[in-house]
């Protein structure tokens, strides 16, 4: 009886350990940075970013009962874009906070699909502070897998790089310059 007890327990606390995926903490492209490095002289602060979806913070992936993909510091999908884009700029060494000109964005959409043909689709606007706009859409695809654990897993993981394949697309717009004069 005890024996069973105890494996109640265990599996109890097994299936918490797979009820929310978190995403991993954004890190820098070296491919977005080297683009930035061509403003070099630039400067450009960054503002706040909305969302067509504002302060949603997690998103419901199939199976296990919806449990949710989320942010890795349970910030808004918009702040996590946002805080990224401000990484590259400052890495590139183009970013300041007193500087003449501010981008803001809007997340137009964040979302995916974890089944076959996997992929994050995220809608960004950015707007210069000039008036200049541009907007840039990523479907991102990341392999995924018919059991709901790994595929959970796996868009949890694909977040990251479909953010920095996004902000990739922001900086490689032609019209890109034209935000920073």
């Not at 009886?1 to 890190?27: E, Q």
């Not at 510091?73 to 401000?86: N, T």
């Not at 997340?107 to 707007?127: E, H, K, M, P, R």
Request: one cysteine or more; glycine letters at 8%; charged letters at 15%.
């Amino acid at each position: 009886m005890k024996l069973l007890l105890v494996l109640a327990a265990v599996m109890v606390l097994l299936a918490g350990c797979t009820t929310t995926y978190v995403a991993s903490r954004y890190s820098i492209s070296a491919d977005n940075v080297k683009t930035l490095r061509t403003f070099k002289g630039q400067s450009v602060n960054v503002g706040p970013f909305s969302a067509a979806n504002p302060g949603q913070t997690e998103i419901k992936c199939r199976g296990l009962g919806g449990a949710p993909i989320r942010t890795p510091d349970g910030e808004a999908y918009e702040d996590f874009v946002r805080k990224a884009l401000v990484d590259d700029l400052t890495i590139a060494e183009i970013y300041a906070s007193d500087a003449p000109i501010t981008l803001t964005g809007r997340l137009d959409a964040v979302d995916f699909s974890s089944f076959a043909g996997a992929s994050w689709t995220i809608g960004l606007t950015i707007t210069s502070s000039n008036g200049q706009s541009l907007s840039v859409s990523e479907d991102y695809k990341y392999p995924s897998s018919f059991e709901g654990v790994t595929a959970c897993n796996a868009t949890a993981q694909a977040l990251m790089p479909a953010v920095q394949n996004v902000i990739g697309k922001v900086i490689r717009h032609p019209n890109f310059p034209a935000l920073l004069q």
